[in-house]
């Protein structure tokens, strides 16, 4: 198993960028993929980003061009930047480990893009 601690969430303006970060209580290199997903109120969570052991990443289309997902085994941490936000990237943010046998989330970090 593994446990996930998101932070990085806040108040951002329109137009602004946010980074979030995701600590994973063990080594990350061999988990087969770790992800973003968010929820908004009254909505389905979606995904946002997702990355694989291997590097290969995908994105939402709402989300193309101004997220970017990444990965640093040496500190067991994933992080999602986040540029040109939109007010409907309003959500919270959550960090999900694909062990294949098993899915691990964190708790959520809430994100508000408003003016």
């Known amino acids: 198993q593994v446990q996930l601690v998101e932070s990085g969430g806040g108040l951002v303006q329109p137009g602004g960028s946010l980074r979030l970060s995701c600590a994973a209580s063990?080594?990350?290199?061999?988990?087969?993929?770790m992800g973003w997903y968010r929820q908004a109120p009254g909505k389905q969570r979606e995904l946002v980003a997702r990355?694989?052991?291997?590097?290969?990443?995908n994105y939402a289309d709402s989300v193309k061009g101004r997220f970017t997902i990444s990965r640093d085994n040496a500190k067991n941490t994933v992080y999602l930047q986040m540029d040109s936000l939109k007010p409907e990237d309003t959500a919270v943010y959550y960090c999900?480990?694909?062990?294949?046998?098993?899915?691990?989330w964190g708790q959520g970090t809430q994100v508000t893009v408003s003016s």
């Open positions: 999900n480990a694909d062990l294949r046998s098993t899915i691990a």
């Open positions: 063990r080594r990350i290199f061999s988990i087969y993929a």
């Open positions: 990355i694989t052991s291997g590097g290969n990443t």
